[in-house]
């Protein structure tokens, strides 16, 4: 799965990069999760590529309240068109999310889980192949939501867990974002784990384990598997319930 990653690109480059009609002010994030606010790139209806902030975690446009569905933050490559979830979202509403790596855990002898950053080896910025709907509500509020897509690790990070988020790399993107002319089928081939000697990746500390903690420090390579604190998973299953509700 894909379940934290960090954007520490400047603004500028973001746009230049993924070509946006538009710049969103930012500053560099080092532990993105779940239900948090989050860049995500699209052709909206002016046919204009545009950044837009969304809700991590996708929720349907029919769903009646947001509070009660569960979080949809991953969609798997391999079933998410056959799901009414993210069925009308693989046709028409598939996006981008721009980051410089990813984070993901990797189970030790002794059950410890390790957390590593993941980037591309040329350390080109990533783009995370994703889908958005828009959920209304009852008051005529309305949210924009996002998941990101996985797909089985490639050869590169296999050891450290069996799933990776799918990237967009180059031709990719364009044809990604255009659900006008181009059909899911067309597309579909881009959904791939990424070949041998494209990914690098390197254990960092344990801190990153709660979604509270933030800072450069966090992608910084440990020379072994570290213990600063504890496993802090309530802090962030705390910190995912509070993004909801501010957010719904």
């Known amino acids: 799965m894909c379940g934290r990653y960090a954007v520490t690109l400047p603004d500028d480059a973001m746009?230049?990069?993924?070509?946006?009609?538009n710049l969103i002010q930012s500053v560099p994030r080092y532990n993105i999760a779940p239900t948090q606010p989050v860049i995500a790139i699209w052709i909206d209806d002016a046919m204009r590529r545009t950044a837009k902030l969304a809700r991590w975690g996708l929720v349907p446009g029919w769903v009646k309240d947001p509070r009660e569905f569960p979080l949809l933050v991953n969609a798997?490559?391999?079933t998410m068109a056959d799901k009414p979830a993210f069925r009308d979202s693989v046709k028409h509403k598939r996006c981008i999310l721009p980051a410089s790596g990813y984070y993901e855990w990797q189970t030790l002898p002794g059950g410890?889980?390790?957390?590593?950053y993941i980037t591309l080896k040329d350390e080109?910025?990533?783009?995370?192949?994703?889908?958005?709907?828009?959920?209304?509500?009852?008051?005529?509020?309305?949210?924009d939501t996002v998941a990101t897509i996985t797909v089985p690790a490639g050869p590169d990070v296999a050891h450290i867990h069996d799933r990776m988020p799918a990237l967009m790399r180059g031709h990719q993107?364009?044809?990604?974002?255009?659900?006008?002319t181009?059909?899911?089928?067309?597309?579909q081939p881009f959904v791939v784990p990424q070949p041998e000697g494209?990914?690098?990746?390197?254990?960092?500390?344990?801190?990153?384990?709660?979604?509270?903690?933030?800072?450069p420090d966090l992608i910084v390579p440990v020379s072994e598997v570290l213990d600063d604190?504890?496993?802090?998973?309530?802090?962030?299953?705390?910190?995912?319930?509070?993004?909801?509700?501010?957010?719904?």
Do not use: C
């Not at 993107?173 to 006008?180: C, G, P, R, V, Y």
């Open 15 to 21: 746009r230049q990069i993924f070509a946006t009609d």
């Open 76 to 78: 798997r490559a391999e």
């Open 112 to 116: 410890k889980k390790q957390p590593h």
């Open 124 to 143: 080109e910025p990533l783009a995370l192949a994703g889908l958005y709907s828009s959920w209304m509500g009852p008051d005529g509020e309305e949210i």
């Open 173 to 180: 993107i364009d044809a990604w974002l255009d659900t006008k």
């Open 182 to 187: 181009m059909r899911f089928a067309e597309v």
């Open 198 to 215: 494209t990914m690098a990746s390197h254990p960092v500390s344990t801190r990153v384990n709660s979604a509270a903690n933030e800072g």
């Open 229 to 248: 604190g504890p496993d802090d998973k309530s802090m962030a299953v705390k910190a995912k319930k509070s993004a909801q509700l501010d957010l719904f």
